[in-house]
Antibody, heavy 119, light 108 residues
Framework: EVQLVESGGGLVQRGGSLRLSCEASGFSISSYWMSWVRQAPGKGLEWVANIKQDGSEKYYVDSVKGRFTISRDNAKNSLYLQMNTLRAEDTAVYYC????????????WGQGTLVTVSS | SYVLTQPPSVSVAPGKTARITCGENNIGSKSVHWYQQKPGQAPVLVIYYDSDRPSGIPERFSGSNSGNTATLTISRVEAGDEADYYCQVWDSSSDLRVFGTGTKVTVL
């Protein structure tokens, strides 16, 4: 069974940092692009970033470029999101998702981890 | 930037058909994917590449895409279909994935 479990969320002050983790089971992430998608409270979905199977390509939404870094450790079957210089508008549930391709869709999602940035 | 417009809400009686639209200029030239999200839960893929259904998704869910509008159709609506639905495309000009504004489906 495919499972994605996020961790690392919490309360952080504006300007602070957090590192999110996503541990996969039931499949090998080395065969897939992987994404982070977020959802602010009561709002819609926003794609944040994705990363190629070998980590050689990474793409980000403009609002996080230069502040967030997506990475992966295929040996640990895990995906990460390093978030620096956090802003109030980064407050959201962050979902990890599996992508069959770079430009397509996400076929499995984790349950998410909540990041709250206090001002 | 690419903006996918969905109606904020759609109401439908049980057993009837719900149609959720996703609009953008020439969206028919792109592949559209659809997700269902129930309160407090993660999104679930219900349609990919305009009209393909993942395994486990009922045949009542179908999709189409042409011209300026993509449509998710839910036939014989059930109470369990009550959820938010989002369309999604990949915008090649910006190299970004874009989600629609979301539609809340209410079963009367």
């Amino acid at each position: 069974e495919v499972q994605l479990v996020e961790s690392g969320g919490g309360l952080v002050q504006r300007g602070g940092s957090l590192r999110l983790s996503c541990e996969a089971s039931g499949f090998s992430i080395s065969s897939y692009w992987m994404s982070w998608v977020r959802q602010a409270p009561g709002k819609g979905l926003e794609w944040v970033a994705n990363i190629k199977q070998d980590g050689s390509e990474k793409y980000y939404v403009d609002s996080v470029k230069g502040r967030f870094t997506i990475s992966r450790d295929n040996a640990k079957n895990s995906l990460y999101l390093q978030m620096n210089t956090l802003r109030a508008e980064d407050t959201a549930v962050y979902y990890c998702a599996r992508d069959p391709g770079r430009s397509g869709y996400s076929d499995y999602w984790g349950q998410g981890t909540l990041v709250t940035v206090s001002s | 930037s690419y903006v996918l417009t969905q109606p904020p809400s759609v109401s439908v009686a049980p057993g009837k058909t719900a149609r959720i639209t996703c609009g953008e200029n020439n969206i028919g030239s792109k592949s559209v994917h659809w997700y269902q999200q129930k309160p407090g839960q993660a999104p679930v893929l219900v349609i990919y590449y305009d009209s393909d259904r993942p395994s486990g998704i009922p045949e009542r869910f179908s999709g189409s895409n042409s011209g300026n509008t993509a449509t998710l159709t839910i036939s014989r609506v059930e109470a369990g279909d009550e959820a938010d639905y989002y369309c999604q495309v990949w915008d090649s000009s910006s190299d970004l994935r874009v989600f629609g504004t979301g539609t809340k489906v209410t079963v009367l």
